[in-house]
């Protein structure tokens, strides 16, 4: 009998797909994806996790909250993350694409809330600006004489004479940015809803007026500065006349380079968020794959330690880099249902 060479029993293993290749194949370290504003919070959990357990510290990508649910919903396996992180709640059209390929019981742990500034370089005055002024600033189209015509205002000046005499210049997420959606849902719809025009148009024609009122300028005055918000804050030092969109974290981290616009007479604090008075909030989640608890280490234990007192509680690790906790009782809530892993329910 002749023998087989050891490069053909090789190839053989790989085609058969014997255990010892598919144990190969698992992966020992929990990944995450998703949200640019969760990444900081994701990441300080992850380090913190990976020193004081058994468990490897988890791969944190920043995808942003589009990119990561995409991949998330890819399928059910070792070659998908097992977490996404999101500035916004995953859309009923995401659930139906994670169902599609697959991947049915979805976790979802809301971790706490975030505020949406507008931050400008400190060398500069500071904004006080409404939410009508917003939309007018960056909308694509406004109302003008009882009509909707292309956004003619070049300058804040030209939306309203209490603003700088500048050009409107405003760097901000891209579409597949959680940031961006809780933008235009909130603070340019909510603007819009103030100027008569707009407001009867909701009332009449509810899909219209979502049309026009999330839709963004793109002559320019918008600049989309990609997920990376720490870049966003380094183009603010370098143009100190350009505003700058992103979240809360950010402009805490870096309080002594930029400074966030008052919005509605209220000031983007810790303090105003938490309690609502503070216009443009939202909230902050991340999900979990069920079906890979069990099978990546650690899964399970990851989430308590991001659900814990320590964690996101009050007086947590995560509240001293930006996170706005949940009140106590809604977050005793969360961390009883992500501890029993129960499944996601629009």
Not at 52 to 62: A, N, R, W
Not at 104 to 113: A, N, P, Q, Y
Not at 163 to 185: H, K, M, N, W
Not at 209 to 216: C, H, K, L, M, W
């Amino acid at each position: 009998m002749k023998c087989i060479g050891s490069g053909l029993v090789l190839a053989l293993l790989v085609v058969l797909g014997t255990p010892a290749i598919a144990a190969a194949a698992e992966r020992d370290q929990i990944r995450v994806v998703g949200s640019s504003t969760v990444f900081p919070f994701s990441t300080t959990v992850a380090e913190r996790f990976g020193r004081g357990t058994g468990f490897k510290t988890p791969v944190v990508e920043s995808t942003g909250t589009g990119g990561g649910l995409k991949l998330f919903c890819e399928g059910v396996g070792v070659g998908t993350p097992d977490i996404t992180n999101a500035s916004r709640r995953i859309k009923a059209s995401e659930v139906e694409l994670c169902a599609k390929n697959g991947v049915g019981d979805v976790v979802e742990v809301k971790i706490g809330f975030d505020g949406i500034v507008l931050a400008n370089s400190k060398q500069s005055r500071r904004f006080e600006i409404g939410l009508p002024q917003i939309f007018l600033a960056l909308a694509k189209e406004v109302p003008v004489d009882g009509k909707l015509v292309p956004n003619p205002n070049k300058t804040w000046k030209d939306v309203d004479p209490s603003l700088p005499d500048q050009r409107i210049e405003v760097l901000g997420p891209p579409p597949t940015s959680g940031t961006r959606d809780a933008f235009v849902e909130i603070a340019m719809e909510g603007g819009a809803k103030q100027l008569p025009l707009l407001a009867a148009m909701a009332k009449e024609d509810k899909d219209r007026f979502e049309q026009v009122a999330r839709a963004i300028r793109e002559d320019g005055a918008y600049v989309e500065a990609g997920e990376n918000d720490n870049l966003i804050v380094q183009k603010l030092e370098a143009n100190p006349t350009a505003i700058g969109i992103f979240g809360f974290s950010f402009l805490d981290q870096n309080e002594d380079r930029i400074q966030g616009a008052i919005v509605d007479g209220a000031e983007p604090t810790f303090e105003n968020i938490a309690d609502g008075s503070y216009s443009i909030s939202r909230s902050l989640y991340f999900y979990v794959k069920k079906a890979h608890v069990g099978r990546i280490p650690g899964l399970k234990e990851f989430i308590a330690e991001f659900t814990s007192d320590a964690a996101s509680g009050e007086d947590g690790y995560l509240a001293d880099r930006g996170l706005i906790p949940l009140p106590e009782a809604e977050r005793e809530v969360v961390k009883q249902r992500a501890a029993k892993l129960e499944p996601l329910s629009l």
